[in-house]
């Protein structure tokens, strides 16, 4: 039960896209396409953005996009954003219904 | 509107416990899986433990196998965590969480384990 491996910190200038990789092993990541991804905001319940590698939940803007190869999963935001600068986190099922985070990324909007 | 409120945080010594509860409502509770995730200040999401819809299966971080045990009430609509031998390790905000993937976050509760 490692944790899934992301960049400390990825930063952009608005209007640009940037992408978070999060990096798995073949028991997690790479057996399930049950990848999600959140986002969380200082002292405020993380949000979920994605859903089962590429699905959005209804009311998330569709700058946020999501994608799977072999054991690494990526989240994309598009059009960058003021408000996209907090912290996001992967998560993957990892079988026996247990479920594994990633290591956390810090955006910052240049 | 879907509601998870936490409570039962708190200061315990180490060596203690500790019950969290968590209340649900704006959905159908017994028919989600539901979860605890704990973060330490300043530290990444970490899940502890799952729990199926009927009660009938339970999962566990090895971390705190044999220590936590997770449990619902599905007629009061509420999730528990009871953690015994706590461990200074496990100061954390614990959160619950519905659904698979884990949809609605609660704002959760701290738990501070120190002497």
Request: hydrophobic share 30%; glycine share 12%.
């Amino acid at each position: 039960q490692s944790a899934l491996t992301q960049p400390a910190s990825v930063s952009g200038s608005p209007g640009q896209s940037i992408t978070i990789s999060c990096t798995g092993t073949s028991s997690d990541v790479g057996s399930y396409n049950l990848v999600s991804w959140y986002q969380q905001h200082p002292g405020k319940a993380p949000k979920l953005m994605i859903y089962e590698v590429s699905k959005r939940p209804s009311g998330v803007s569709n700058r946020f996009s999501g994608s799977k190869s072999g054991n690494t999963a990526s989240l994309t935001i598009s059009g960058l954003q003021a408000e996209d600068e907090t912290d996001y986190y992967c998560c993957s099922y990892a079988g026996s219904s247990t479920y594994v985070f990633g290591t956390g990324t810090k955006v910052t909007v240049l | 509107e879907v509601q998870l409120v936490e409570s039962g945080g708190g200061l315990v010594q180490p060596g203690g416990s500790l019950r969290l509860a968590c209340a649900a409502s704006g959905f159908t509770f017994s028919s989600y899986w539901m979860h605890w995730v704990r973060q330490a200040p300043g530290k990444g999401l970490v899940w502890v433990s799952g729990i199926n819809s009927d009660a009938s299966g339970t999962s566990y971080a090895d971390s705190v196998k044999g220590r936590f045990t997770i449990s619902r009430d599905n007629a009061k609509n509420t999730l528990f965590l009871q953690m015994n031998s706590l461990r200074d390790e496990d100061t954390a905000v614990y959160y619950c969480a519905n659904g698979a993937p884990l949809n609605y976050w609660g704002q959760g509760t701290l738990v501070t384990v120190s002497s």
